[in-house]
C-alpha cells in the first residue's frame, strides 16, 4: 500500500511552509532517513528526511510552494513491489495546494562600479575598539564592498 508524505511540523507553531526544492524526483528509490525535500519556514531552512523505504510515485506539490499547510499530501511513496502507476493514480485524488507563481525578478538598480573608491579613507572607529558587527554582516558588507569602519551606526553600541 503506498505511503502519502505530507508536509512536516518543524516547529511547534508551524502552521504552513514553502517546499523550496525536492532532492528526489519521481521514480527514485528511497530508504528510511534519505533527504526527500528543503522546507522554508518563517524561520529557517530544514531538511525533509523520508521515515519510509520505496520509490517516490507521485510529487503533488511542486517546488516553490508557498503557504503549504501542515498536513497536506506533498508525495506519494509507492512500497516495494508495487506498482508505482497504481499508487500514483491512487493519491492523485488527494488535494494538492495550488502553487503560488514565481514572480518575475524585478529589475534590479545597477550597482555601484567596482573601481568607485571613496575619496577618502574612513578613519577607525573613534573609541579604538573594533568594528562591531554580526558575521553576516560583515560578509554582506565585504561581497558588496562596504567598509564596516564608515558606516555609522544608529543604535547606542
Same mark, same amino acid.
Given at each position: 500500500?503506498?505511503?502519502?508524505?505530507?508536509?512536516?511540523?518543524?516547529?511547534?507553531?508551524?502552521?504552513?511552509?514553502?517546499?523550496?526544492?525536492?532532492?528526489?524526483?519521481?521514480?527514485?528509490?528511497?530508504?528510511?532517513?534519505?533527504?526527500?525535500?528543503?522546507?522554508?519556514?518563517?524561520?529557517?531552512?530544514?531538511?525533509?528526511?523520508?521515515?519510509?523505504?520505496?520509490?517516490?510515485?507521485?510529487?503533488?506539490?511542486?517546488?516553490?510552494?508557498?503557504?503549504?499547510?501542515?498536513?497536506?499530501?506533498?508525495?506519494?511513496? @509507492?512500497?516495494?513491489?508495487?506498482?508505482?502507476?497504481?499508487?500514483? @493514480?491512487?493519491?492523485?485524488?488527494?488535494?494538492?495546494?495550488?502553487?503560488?507563481?514565481?514572480?518575475?525578478?524585478?529589475?534590479? @538598480?545597477?550597482?555601484?562600479?567596482?573601481?568607485?573608491?571613496?575619496?577618502?579613507?574612513?578613519?577607525?572607529?573613534?573609541?579604538?575598539?573594533?568594528?562591531?558587527?554580526?558575521?553576516?554582516?560583515?560578509?554582506?558588507?565585504?561581497?558588496?564592498?562596504?567598509?564596516?569602519?564608515?558606516?555609522?551606526?544608529?543604535?547606542?553600541?
Amino acid at each position: 500500500m503506498s505511503k502519502k508524505i505530507q508536509m512536516p511540523a518543524l516547529s511547534p507553531t508551524m502552521e504552513e511552509g514553502t517546499l523550496a526544492k525536492w532532492l528526489v524526483k519521481e521514480g527514485d528509490t528511497v530508504s528510511s532517513g534519505d533527504l526527500l525535500a528543503e522546507i522554508e519556514t518563517d524561520k529557517a531552512t530544514m531538511e525533509f528526511e523520508a521515515v519510509d523505504e520505496g520509490v517516490v510515485a507521485k510529487i503533488l506539490v511542486s517546488e516553490g510552494s508557498e503557504g503549504v499547510k501542515v498536513g497536506t499530501v506533498i508525495a506519494i511513496i @509507492a512500497e516495494e513491489g508495487e506498482d508505482v502507476a497504481a499508487a500514483a @493514480a491512487g493519491g492523485a485524488d488527494a488535494p494538492a495546494p495550488k502553487a503560488d507563481p514565481v514572480p518575475e525578478k524585478a529589475e534590479v @538598480a545597477p550597482a555601484p562600479k567596482a573601481d568607485t573608491v571613496p575619496e577618502k579613507p574612513a578613519a577607525a572607529p573613534a573609541s579604538g575598539d573594533r568594528v562591531k558587527a554580526s558575521p553576516l554582516a560583515r560578509r554582506l558588507a565585504e561581497a558588496k564592498g562596504i567598509d564596516l569602519a564608515s558606516v555609522k551606526g544608529s543604535g547606542t553600541n
